[in-house]
């Protein structure tokens, strides 16, 4: 079904919502990933067996990094080879791996519960700036 969404429309106000990715979640998976990749190199390379003591964090390592830059990479190169315009819904498929890197990240500073108090409270700000919880005045 589909309907046709005017903000003219007599009795519906228009919500507030910029559609960016919460720059506090992304800053840490970014993070995340260079950790990560860090971990598979670390695999890759011998120094560390996938089957060892430490295994699942460097599987968890692995995944993250195949799911993110494997779905990433596909529609970065298309915008770059043939100038195609990219859509922030293009991300959605892209973010499961960048949240496993964010939390992997965010377990390592287990010993600083301050700094994920103070990251949680930058999620939960950018959580009320970014999207639509209420309408504009």
């Known amino acids: 079904v589909r309907r046709r969404v005017d903000v003219e429309e007599p009795g519906h106000r228009p919500a507030h919502f910029v559609g960016v990715i919460n720059p ?3 800053l840490a998976a970014l993070i995340g990933l260079v950790l990560a990749g860090t971990a598979v190199t670390r695999v890759a390379h011998g120094r560390v067996r996938w089957d060892g003591e430490d295994a699942v964090p460097d599987r968890l390592s692995g995944l993250a990094v195949a799911w993110s830059l494997g779905s990433w990479l596909p529609f970065a190169t298309l ?8 859509y922030i819904y293009y991300m959605v498929i892209v973010m499961p791996g960048l949240y496993l890197a964010a939390a992997q990240a ?10 994920i108090a103070g990251w949680v409270a930058c999620v939960a700000i950018g959580a009320v700036l970014l999207y639509p919880f209420t309408p504009l005045p």
């Open 24 to 26: 506090a979640i992304l």
């Open 79 to 86: 915008s770059i080879v043939d100038s195609r315009t990219s």
């Open 106 to 115: 965010i377990a390592r500073l287990r010993r600083h519960p301050r700094v």
